[in-house]
């Protein structure tokens, strides 16, 4: 059988995070959605996704084709609902197509607007995202599901005596290293993914989860529902927040009720606000409305793409949107969306040149061993050229 992850209408509500990556390659709880239905599933994954992304994320129909809402998050009830499907039946939940099994020549040439198909109804719940809010709002569920998935039949390695835990929801993976530092367990489990790091003096608050070769810098003070992805750097004060991968908040400041994207940099002392002082509903900006749209939520911070940057002393007022590759810098509060390839000085923007940006992210890739390949700068490229009429 051969599983597809599909992105829907909820590609649009959550740009600018979807810019770049599939619906399913977003990270929520401890692993990302398409990373969820492997485990549940036991097997490879490929995506059904924009055009200018499926070089990097293949479509690879086979014989027996699952395809699978991107949006939408597995649990054992869903799994169970899914894997009963036959050829030609559709799992739907009040409209909403969840889940469709497909031989090889209808794959070939999926319509997921057709209607031809025999649809069964799934009457469960099931978490699903549809804005960037989203991603910390259900944090807190998706990481005690993933940390049972993932640590289920296996024994932690052990951590030094130099650390304290409160309670025994901790899983320590192999190579993890941790030195004089408090981990409460009490109100959530802590997972410490593979080689990750915390530096002395660290007080962390489950749930929360460190995944593969990240790191904590000495003194952070991090709260739960808090998912920290492979390959960053963390210090300061965090609170249910989300980084995706590969991106650094390395210095004193506050994040909270926020989503960070992949390859971005928090200056030091960088903050933003979560809550309004007049304490109403947060407004964020809608790509697809080129507008505000109320959250419903009292606590909403920083929705940054991927390739963003913020100097020194940058304060984000709450519920601000910088979206991909974006820079910004000075004093004083920036706007509330910063438009995509921009230069943000306060409320001065000017677009990034193009040529600029690659030098840059070069570099950026380099700091880590990788290699900016062409087509991950095709990627930017369509993304720079489709993103001009969001300039503001």
């Given amino acids: 059988?051969?599983?597809?992850?599909?992105?829907?209408?909820?590609?649009?509500?959550?740009?600018?995070?979807?810019?770049?990556?599939?619906?399913?390659?977003?990270?929520?709880?401890?692993?990302?959605?398409?990373?969820?239905?492997?485990?549940?599933?036991?097997?490879?994954?490929?995506?059904?996704?924009?055009?200018?992304?499926?070089?990097?994320?293949?479509?690879?129909?086979?014989?027996?084709?699952?395809?699978?809402?991107?949006?939408?998050?597995?649990?054992?009830?869903?799994?169970?609902?899914?894997?009963?499907?036959?050829?030609?039946?559709a799992l739907r939940k009040n409209g909403l197509l969840v889940a469709l099994r497909l031989g090889a020549a209808a794959a070939a040439s999926i319509d997921l607007e057709s209607g031809a198909w025999e649809n069964k109804s799934y009457a469960g719940d099931f978490t699903r995202i549809v804005y960037p809010e989203h991603i910390f709002l259900h944090n807190d569920v998706e990481l005690r599901k993933d940390f049972e998935l993932l640590t289920r039949g296996r024994t932690s390695k052990g951590l030094s005596s130099t650390n304290q835990v409160l309670g025994d929801q901790i899983f320590v993976e192999e190579g993890v290293t941790a030195e004089c530092s408090i981990f409460n367990t009490l109100q959530g489990p802590i997972y410490l993914g593979k080689n990750s790091q915390v530096w002395e003096g660290?007080?962390?608050?489950?749930?929360?989860?460190?995944?593969?070769?990240?790191?904590?810098?000495?003194?952070?003070?991090?709260?739960?529902?808090?998912?920290?992805?492979?390959?960053?750097?963390?210090?300061?004060?965090?609170?249910?927040a989300v980084i995706l991968a590969n991106s650094s908040k390395g210095h004193e400041g506050y994040l909270g009720n926020s989503v960070i994207g992949e390859w971005c940099n928090l200056g030091a002392d960088t903050n933003n606000s979560n809550l309004k002082n007049n304490y109403s509903e947060v407004k964020l900006w809608d790509y697809s409305t080129r507008s505000l749209r109320n959250t419903g939520l009292q606590f909403c911070g920083l929705i940054m793409g991927d390739h963003s940057k913020a100097g020194i002393n940058t304060m984000f007022n709450t519920g601000t949107v910088v979206g991909t590759c974006a820079n910004v810098y000075g004093g004083g509060y920036p706007p509330k969306f910063v438009p995509d390839f921009s230069w943000c000085d306060q409320q001065k923007l000017t677009t990034y040149k193009f040529d600029k940006l690659i030098e840059t992210e070069g570099r950026v890739y380099a700091r880590r061993n990788k290699a900016l390949d062409i087509i991950e700068e095709s990627i930017l490229r369509h993304i720079f050229e489709q993103t001009t009429h969001y300039k503001i």
């Fill in 1 to 89: 059988m051969t599983v597809i992850l599909f992105d829907d209408t909820t590609r649009h509500s959550l740009l600018p995070l979807t810019f770049t990556r599939p619906v399913a390659c977003l990270r929520i709880g401890i692993l990302t959605i398409a990373e969820k239905w492997a485990h549940y599933l036991k097997s490879d994954t490929s995506f059904y996704t924009d055009p200018y992304l499926q070089q990097k994320y293949p479509f690879s129909p086979g014989d027996d084709n699952l395809f699978i809402n991107g949006s939408v998050c597995p649990d054992e009830r869903l799994l169970e609902a899914v894997s009963a499907l036959r050829e030609g039946e």
């Fill in 202 to 240: 660290s007080m962390i608050r489950g749930a929360f989860a460190l995944c593969e070769n990240s790191q904590v810098k000495m003194g952070a003070k991090i709260y739960s529902k808090t998912t920290i992805g492979p390959n960053c750097r963390v210090g300061g004060e965090i609170n249910n």
